[in-house]
């Protein structure tokens, strides 16, 4: 069976496969650590493993190098992207940086290794807004690639910053329309948002919050029925720690299917996740001088979310 064979390559190469949640349930239920890009950031750090396999998409892979640049990182299939990261060229964003001077610059993890070489400090969903508020109230700062997140984040914490105007397309294409006619047929049903969706979704969200943070949420919560605004994936690993509730997931507005599905994410397979453990490729590798500058900015968001408990 392919899951033995992908064991006993695991142990043979000392290897550890890390999984984000929007990856398909075969390869979370495989995966020796199943998070969020916060928690797979760490866990590329502190692994002691010689080889990392990274289940995600391809900037989770480069964080993952970035972090431990000694060890062999593997994404299963590298055309595995990310349409946010995808929204921030370098060149476009460091002409972006240079029109406000004096700024800092606050980036979310999605982005590629060259925003993060131009960027002060990374965040991710789960601890954005903290990191954002650990800076005095009149800082100049500028937030990029997600306008969404950014936009939401302004609204939290009384900032002002300047956003870059990327998006996700998948946590865009939420319908708000087919999301209230499921609230009318579930109408005890708690709406659970990521905060890479639109303003007019998270207005009517309960709870907005990072993959992990929607998941504890929900187990935490003495409701029953949810229905859920972000990658489809992470339904598998709500239902699996709370078997007697109900997790709706929130349709898409331009297809049939009842469910949004990223497709980077979703090119990652069993079998792939198998040709890569034994053919040794496709590897991530970085230039020496762009991890130094990249790891920067990810440390002092490991060291700052430490610190701030998160
Ligand atoms: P999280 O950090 O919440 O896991 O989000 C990652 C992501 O890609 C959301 O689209
Ligand atoms: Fe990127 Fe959106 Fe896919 Fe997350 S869901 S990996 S932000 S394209």
Redesign the pocket.
């Known amino acids: 069976m392919i899951v033995d064979k992908i064991n006993r390559l695991k142990a043979e190469k000392n290897a550890v496969i890390l999984a984000h949640y929007?990856q398909e349930d075969a390869i979370q239920d495989i995966a020796d650590y199943v998070g969020d890009s916060l928690a797979l950031a760490r866990w590329a750090a502190e692994t002691d493993a010689e080889v990392i396999v990274l289940c995600?998409?391809h900037f989770m892979a480069e964080t993952a190098k970035i972090l431990s640049p000694h060890k062999r990182v593997f994404l299963p299939d590298m055309n595995a992207?990310?349409?946010?990261?995808d929204s921030c060229p370098p060149e476009a964003f460091s002409e972006f940086v240079k029109q406000y001077p004096g700024h800092t610059v606050i980036s979310y993890v999605?982005t590629s290794a060259a925003i993060k070489v131009l960027t002060d400090i990374v965040v991710t969903s789960s601890n954005a807004r903290q990191i954002v508020d650990s800076f005095p109230v009149d800082a100049k700062l500028i937030f990029a690639p997600?306008r969404n997140l950014g936009n939401y984040i302004n609204s939290v914490t009384g900032r002002n910053m300047v956003l870059w105007e990327g998006a996700?397309?998948?946590?865009e294409r939420f319908s708000l329309e087919k999301i209230l006619e499921l609230k009318k047929e579930h109408p005890n049903a708690m709406i659970l948002a990521h905060p890479?969706c639109k303003s007019v979704i998270l207005k009517i969200a309960d709870h907005i919050a990072s993959t992990s943070g929607l998941l504890n949420y929900a187990t935490k919560s003495k409701n029953q029925e949810f229905i859920v605004a972000t990658?489809s994936g992470i339904l598998h690993e709500m239902q699996e720690k709370n078997p007697t509730k109900t997790f709706i997931p929130a349709p898409p507005n331009d297809s049939t299917c009842a469910c949004n599905e990223?497709n980077?994410?979703k090119l990652n397979t069993l079998e792939k996740l198998y040709d890569c453990l034994k053919n040794e490729t496709p590897e991530i590798f970085l230039d020496a001088q762009t991890i130094e500058a990249a790891a920067k900015p990810i440390r002092r968001m490991l060291e700052l979310s430490d610190q701030l408990g998160l």
Do not use: T
């Not at 992207?81 to 990261?85: I, Q």
């Open positions: 929007y995600g998409v992207g990310c349409s946010l990261a999605n997600d996700c397309h998948v946590h890479e990658e990223c980077f994410m």
